[in-house]
């Protein structure tokens, strides 16, 4: 156990990794499913742990190989990552089980270990990304994901043929962010010989006004500028969300924009300083507009959309504005609300694209003009979805509240009055296409005589998780607070790059 508990930092990540080559050597769906599961679950098990032993603010390091940083590649915990790799495990336990079912009604029979070893693939990528303390191998994890992630997306053409093109959009628009982000870390490589985060930061601490630095910053921020989806870098989202199998859309609508959004932040905070000039003319120049701009138009689009699926994607771009816009209040209060946010949106979305997919499967379609009158039918699905709805407006009793509140708390106390007015308009667009949904559900008279059953209870049951979870938050927000707020500590005082316990095999001298 104790071996277990001081390799924990690799094992996270390695045991997702062996299960993507063992669900294709087995060849079977079933054993594909189960080794996918239990892996899933045990990175969630040692992701909770390393959260626990982080929550104070301490650090964990692991050299792998045994050779000390910067000569050799170093995963590094603290607690703003410890939360990205709870997110990601936690969503990924609970979609597992889902997507058992959903695949079997989405994508042709020969490809489900497939999906489940690219499902592998693409945790792993997203795991990676987070943990590791080595600037390039951000971007090796980050194109294992992403690679993985276009095939996800492309499975959905078994379904509707235009998951091809909204596979390949995100292909051509992914690699082009990936591109920029190489490069500007060829170019911090270049002026400072290092890509170990925590070296960078000491190297690149006296260079803010070496052109170089500046120009890498730049392509990194633009670069995962197109991974997050920032307004308006955001036009392969709504297609990979729309066509992507339902269990893709829920899982990359929960993880993959918010592993982006701190690859960012740790970047801005971590490795670049917080005092240096050019960042402070990014929050005020590209992440405040282009934040506030996110919160409104791609509400406003949303709201005229017909389709369910595309909705919800819309509306993941106006959430990502609201944690673009913690970020630009440069603050520890509205890092805090950032954070919040991206734990409270994980489980809120999840649950819906969860939900919608459950009413796909029944009536074959995610319009809501077919949806009319389903609430009756099908109780317990629409409810998840009106709950999920709720949290996305921020009514009082969700975790949506509490990460608006940290936002506008946040606002209040740099003085920005204007904005938090703006927060709180954005939420009234959200009851618009909200209203919208629940209108179609309950109001709306039905214009088929056909009965549509409930979902079943291998979709209900996972779905419901996530929206026990986004009620539970909300009422009880204290312990994702205290995380959040740990977590906008560490990145903004610089406790990344501080001391360090060493787990596993001591670094060589």
């Given at each position: 156990?104790?071996?277990?508990?001081?390799?924990?930092?690799?094992?996270?990540?390695?045991?997702?990794?062996?299960?993507?080559?063992?669900?294709?050597?087995?060849?079977?769906?079933?054993?594909?499913?189960?080794?996918?599961?239990?892996?899933?679950?045990?990175?969630?098990?040692?992701?909770?742990?390393?959260?626990?032993?982080?929550?104070?603010?301490?650090?964990?390091?692991?050299?792998?190989?045994?050779?000390?940083?910067?000569?050799?590649?170093?995963?590094?915990?603290?607690?703003?990552?410890?939360?990205?790799?709870?997110?990601?495990?936690?969503?990924?336990?609970?979609?597992?089980?889902?997507?058992?079912?959903?695949?079997?009604?989405?994508?042709?029979?020969?490809?489900?270990?497939?999906?489940?070893?690219?499902?592998?693939?693409?945790?792993?990528?997203?795991?990676?990304?987070?943990?590791?303390?080595?600037?390039?191998?951000?971007?090796?994890?980050?194109?294992?994901?992403?690679?993985?992630?276009?095939?996800?997306?492309?499975?959905?053409?078994?379904?509707?043929?235009?998951?091809?093109?909204?596979?390949?959009?995100?292909?051509?628009?992914?690699?082009?962010?990936?591109?920029?982000?190489?490069?500007?870390?060829?170019?911090?490589?270049m002026s400072t010989g290092t890509?170990?985060?925590?070296?960078?930061?000491?190297?690149?601490?006296?260079?803010?006004?070496?052109?170089?630095?500046?120009?890498?910053?730049?392509?990194?921020?633009?670069?995962?500028?197109?991974?997050?989806?920032?307004?308006?870098?955001?036009?392969?989202?709504?297609?990979?969300?729309?066509?992507?199998?339902?269990?893709?859309?829920?899982?990359?609508?929960?993880?993959?924009?918010?592993?982006?959004?701190?690859?960012?932040?740790?970047?801005?905070?971590?490795?670049?300083?917080?005092?240096?000039?050019?960042?402070?003319?990014?929050?005020?120049?590209?992440?405040?507009?282009?934040?506030?701009?996110?919160?409104?138009?791609?509400?406003?689009?949303?709201?005229?959309?017909?389709?369910?699926?595309?909705?919800?994607?819309?509306?993941s771009i106006a959430q990502i504005?609201?944690?673009?816009?913690?970020?630009?209040?440069?603050?520890?209060?509205?890092?805090?609300?950032?954070?919040?946010?991206?734990?409270?949106?994980?489980?809120?979305?999840?649950?819906?694209?969860?939900?919608?997919?459950?009413?796909?499967?029944?009536?074959?379609?995610?319009?809501?003009?077919?949806?009319?009158?389903?609430?009756?039918?099908?109780?317990?699905?629409?409810?998840?979805?009106?709950?999920?709805?709720?949290?996305?407006?921020?009514?009082?009793?969700?975790?949506?509240?509490?990460?608006?509140?940290?936002?506008?708390?946040?606002?209040?106390?740099?003085?920005?009055?204007?904005?938090?007015?703006?927060?709180?308009?954005?939420?009234?667009?959200?009851?618009?296409?909200?209203?919208?949904?629940?209108?179609?559900?309950?109001?709306?008279?039905?214009?088929?005589?056909?009965?549509?059953?409930?979902?079943?209870?291998?979709?209900?049951?996972?779905?419901?998780?996530?929206?026990?979870?986004?009620?539970?938050?909300?009422l009880d927000a204290s312990t994702?607070?205290?995380?959040?707020?740990?977590?906008?500590?560490?990145?903004?005082?610089?406790?990344?790059?501080?001391?360090?316990?060493?787990?596993?095999?001591?670094?060589?001298?």
């Open positions: 156990m104790s071996a277990l508990v001081n390799h924990s930092l690799i094992l996270v990540v390695l045991i997702p990794l062996l299960a993507a080559p063992l669900c294709m050597l087995f060849g079977n769906r079933a054993v594909a499913f189960w080794i996918s599961f239990f892996a899933s679950l045990f990175a969630l098990i040692l992701s909770l742990h390393l959260l626990l032993m982080v929550i104070d603010g301490d650090v964990l390091s692991y050299h792998l190989g045994g050779w000390a940083p910067p000569l050799g590649i170093e995963y590094r915990v603290d607690a703003a990552n410890a939360l990205v790799l709870l997110i990601v495990s936690a969503i990924s336990t609970v979609v597992l089980p889902y997507a058992r079912v959903s695949i079997k009604d989405e994508i042709a029979e020969h490809h489900h270990t497939l999906f489940f070893a690219c499902y592998m693939l693409c945790f792993t990528g997203l795991l990676g990304v987070a943990i590791t303390g080595d600037a390039f191998n951000v971007f090796v994890f980050l194109e294992i994901s992403s690679l993985s992630t276009y095939v996800l997306v492309a499975l959905g053409a078994n379904k509707d043929k235009r998951a091809l093109s909204a596979a390949y959009d995100y292909l051509i628009l992914g690699t082009i962010g990936a591109t920029f982000f190489v490069i500007g870390l060829g170019l911090i490589y890509l170990n985060m925590v070296d960078l930061s000491q190297r690149l601490a006296p260079l803010e006004d070496n052109k170089t630095v500046r120009t890498a910053f730049a392509f990194i921020v633009i670069g995962m500028g197109l991974k997050i989806a920032i307004y308006p870098l955001h036009r392969w989202l709504p297609g990979a969300y729309t066509y992507a199998p339902s269990a893709i859309s829920a899982f990359l609508a929960a993880t993959a924009t918010k592993v982006a959004i701190y690859v960012v932040l740790r970047f801005m905070f971590s490795v670049f300083s917080a005092k240096f000039g050019f960042e402070l003319d990014t929050v005020r120049l590209i992440f405040f507009p282009f934040a506030i701009i996110a919160m409104f138009a791609a509400s406003l689009i949303a709201v005229y959309q017909v389709n369910l699926k595309r909705l919800l994607a819309y509306s504005g609201y944690m673009l816009l913690g970020v630009a209040l440069f603050s520890s209060a509205g890092l805090t609300a950032t954070m919040a946010h991206l734990f409270n949106h994980a489980i809120t979305k999840g649950a819906m694209f969860m939900a919608v997919g459950a009413i796909i499967m029944r009536i074959g379609s995610p319009l809501l003009p077919k949806m009319a009158g389903l609430g009756r039918q099908m109780p317990w699905t629409s409810a998840a979805i009106v709950l999920g709805g709720l949290s996305l407006i921020g009514v009082p009793g969700t975790a949506g509240f509490v990460s608006k509140w940290l936002l506008l708390t946040a606002a209040f106390q740099q003085g920005y009055w204007f904005i938090a007015l703006l927060i709180v308009a954005s939420s009234l667009l959200a009851v618009i296409y909200v209203w919208k949904c629940v209108e179609t559900l309950y109001l709306t008279p039905s214009t088929s005589n056909v009965a549509v059953a409930e979902a079943p209870l291998s979709l209900l049951v996972p779905t419901y998780v996530l929206v026990i979870a986004t009620i539970w938050f909300g994702i607070t205290v995380a959040s707020q740990t977590a906008a500590e560490s990145l903004i005082g610089g406790g990344y790059g501080g001391e360090a316990t060493v787990m596993g095999v001591e670094g060589r001298k």
